[in-house]
């Protein structure tokens, strides 16, 4: 079943249907706790289960680099004042926002869900570790152990590890990792 909904996701009609829904989630607030993920095929790939104690926010980041700020008085710096890229990839930015916005749930791993022009979405899949369902998952209940707090701002998500280089990819992964001589 999940194939299908994977494929049902490249699919002209589908499209539509996203463009129609851009047009909404534009009007939503930054941050907003949702019922259902909208891509049940990777909430699930990624950890999500239909279960009491999981919680789905949509997050929306802008995109690009931003303006440096200019300073108050003196004088005005002749180069730098715009783009200013982020030090991080902004699936994790937003990831590290919707952790702030959520202080009692954990971070399990996000997605990413649209773009515009100006904007990206991203669905975080959030777990309670307080919740008596996860704490008797043998699967979840590892989140519950209070040396996994926090785990979002150590950079310990799918998505700062694959900015920090840690996905198996990059300059040297080949060498590092090719079968031995003897």
Sequence with gaps: MYKYLQQSWQSPEMKEIIRQRLIDWRKEPVILRIEHPTRLDRAHAL????????????VRIGKGTSKREVPAGGRKPAFGQYAMPPDQNLQHIAEM???????????LNSYYAAED??????EVILVDPNHPAIKSDRTTSWVCNPKNR???????TSAAKAHRGLRGTGIGFERRNRPQKR
Excluded: I
């Design 47 to 58: 950890g999500y289960k239909a279960k009491q104690g999981f919680v789905m926010a949509r």
């Design 97 to 107: 926002r919707v952790g702030k916005a959520f202080p009692n749930l954990e971070v």
């Design 117 to 122: 022009g100006r904007d990206q979405w991203f």
């Design 150 to 156: 926090g785990r979002v701002f150590r950079g310990l």
